[in-house]
């Protein structure tokens, strides 16, 4: 029996004209190799037809994306027609990829007549070292940004490219999502380190990289999403040929047959999935590859391989990027390290810009210049010249023991004699930490958001280790670093490096 679905259901479509050309040559690219054809007058015929059919809908409110076979933007009616459907109520969102080649100054004067409509437009744009430079490219994409459009932008993941991409993120706001497709017709696979490299730059590069097995059970396109060629014709996206359905002349889509392809092969296939990662990552977003930015109002950050790298120093563009963090949130600290030992692995520079922190796993808090110290008694006493012991203390009060002992029966000898007494003990040859038994990273952390009165939905807190759960799982918004261990990787919302914190979250209203 024909499963029968209904159009008017629908809330997502990709809109594909006959546009086919482009006024980009890129080697890599189809189209680039077509000047602009006598179809563009019967592309901008099915654009009028299509809007007019948009006009008419009865059905749920709607979001859209034009996803051309060329550059569709340079192209005056594509910018009209974008601004019409934006005005529309039913209409909640339009966006469109676009190289950024076409007159962002002069779509913009013709939008501040409607400033209203702005927030409803996106931009997804595409880098082509080939035909343009980074700093024009950027020039464009932030002008569209500072004016209040949501924008990300991409480009080919092209290794002989390295350099010139490292160069596009390092120009770009660090607000702005790139994202790096991963790239068709290689003659050998990405290496192992082309891949890390990649992966740097766009932290969800793995996902474009191994693409997705299609699961048409899990899969919305052909319900709440569609993709919609010039002929009005229906497909569940735009990498299926299986058709449902077409806009002009009827109301509904048959869903009884599968796209019948094995792998989603494209970003827009696999985000369509609703139980891929992307929608946890991304938010309402991940139709536009533009992260949904929730609001967070205060960050803490775990120290040793968080913020710092296998050498134990803070990265350049780490560093950066605290900076620019720093001035719209605060930020703190959530580490086993002592006061001391933090401000000696950051550097007093950027040990300022964090407002205090949970220190030596909670055994001292400092924030708005208060603090709860949990004060250790007195260690046993440890003789032998193989033992180093370095008390931390705040205001006269011990809160953390440090212990280097080499030798195995002393370490033995001495962790005995600390069972009996009142403390946590954490134990990684030769060094013994002690502090209070009611020291712990997520009190902490939970002490000074009650304190600072920090809803906990608004709290963003980084770690790299097993160790680090428990603080993070008290909070919706928790992330491991690329180079955490496998369990927080796999239990934490995001994995991000904290370079990347910007463009995945808001830190101001």
């Known amino acids: 029996m024909t499963n029968e679905g209904s159009l008017l259901s629908v809330r997502r479509i990709y809109y594909r004209g006959k546009l086919n050309s482009c006024n980009y040559t890129c080697s890599y690219c189809p189209f680039g190799k077509k000047s602009h054809p006598t179809s563009t007058m019967q592309d901008k015929q099915a654009w009028s037809r299509f809007i007019t059919a948009i006009e008419q809908w009865k059905g749920e409110s709607l979001q859209l994306f034009v996803i051309p076979y060329g550059e569709a933007l340079i192209h005056r009616y594509y910018r009209e027609g974008i601004i019409q459907l934006a005005s529309l109520p039913q209409v909640t969102g339009i966006s469109c990829q676009t190289n950024l080649s076409f007159p ?11 400033p209203a409509l702005i927030n409803k437009i996106k931009v997804w744009a595409s880098f082509h070292p080939e035909m343009t430079s980074v700093e024009k490219f950027v020039r464009q994409l932030h002008t569209l940004h500072n004016a209040g459009i949501q924008v990300c932008a991409g480009a080919v993941g092209n290794p002989l490219a390295k350099n010139i991409l490292v160069d596009l993120r390092n ?27 990649f992966t740097q730059l766009d932290n969800l590069f793995e996902y474009d990289l191994r693409n997705a097995p299609a699961q048409w059970e899990n899969c919305s396109g052909g319900r709440s999403a569609c993709f919609i060629d010039w002929k009005g014709d229906i497909f569940a996206c735009p990498r299926s040929k299986v058709k449902i359905g077409n806009l002009y002349r009827s109301q509904k889509l048959d869903t009884s047959l599968s796209c019948q392809r094995k792998v989603c ?7 369509n999935l609703t139980n891929h990662p992307l929608h946890s990552i991304m938010g309402k977003g991940t139709f536009w590859r533009i992260p949904d930015k929730p609001l967070i109002t205060a960050v803490f950050f775990d120290v040793d391989g968080t913020l710092t790298d296998a050498q134990g120093k803070v990265p350049e563009n780490y560093a950066n990027v605290l900076y620019y963090m720093a001035q719209s949130v605060p930020l703190y600290l959530a580490t086993s390290l002592s006061v001391e030992q933090a401000r000696r692995k950051l550097g007093k520079t950027l040990f300022s810009l964090f407002k205090g922190g949970a220190f030596a796993d909670g055994g001292l808090l400092l924030y708005d210049g208060r603090n709860r110290c949990l004060s250790v008694e007195l260690l046993p006493d440890v003789n032998g010249e193989s033992a180093k012991i370095t008390a931390h203390s705040y205001e006269g009060q011990v809160y953390k023991y440090s212990m280097l002992v080499y030798e195995k029966e002393q370490r033995e000898n001495i962790l005995s004699r600390l069972k009996a007494k009142p403390y946590q003990v954490f134990y990684k040859p030769p060094l013994i930490t002690v502090v209070h038994k009611e020291a ?29 759960w428990e603080m993070m799982s008290a909070v919706p918004h928790s992330c491991a670093v690329m180079n955490s261990e496998p369990f927080l990787t796999e239990h934490a919302r995001y994995t991000l490096n904290p370079d990347r914190l910007p463009a995945f979250f808001r830190f101001r209203e």
């Not at 607000?175 to 050998?188: P, V």
């Not at 092969?265 to 985000?271: E, K, M, N, Q, V």
């Not at 939905?457 to 280790?465: K, T």
């Open 104 to 114: 962002a100054d002069e779509w913009l004067n013709e939008l501040r007549t409607a």
């Open 171 to 197: 120009t770009l706001s660090p607000d702005i999502y790139l994202f790096i497709n991963a790239m068709q017709g290689l003659k050998s696979p990405l290496s192992n380190e082309d891949v890390r490299f």
């Open 265 to 271: 092969d494209c970003y827009i296939a696999f985000s």
């Open 440 to 468: 712990g990273k997520k009190k902490g952390v939970l002490h000074i958001c009650k304190v600072l009165a920090f809803p906990l939905e608004q709290v963003l807190i980084v770690g790299n280790s097993q160790k680090d």
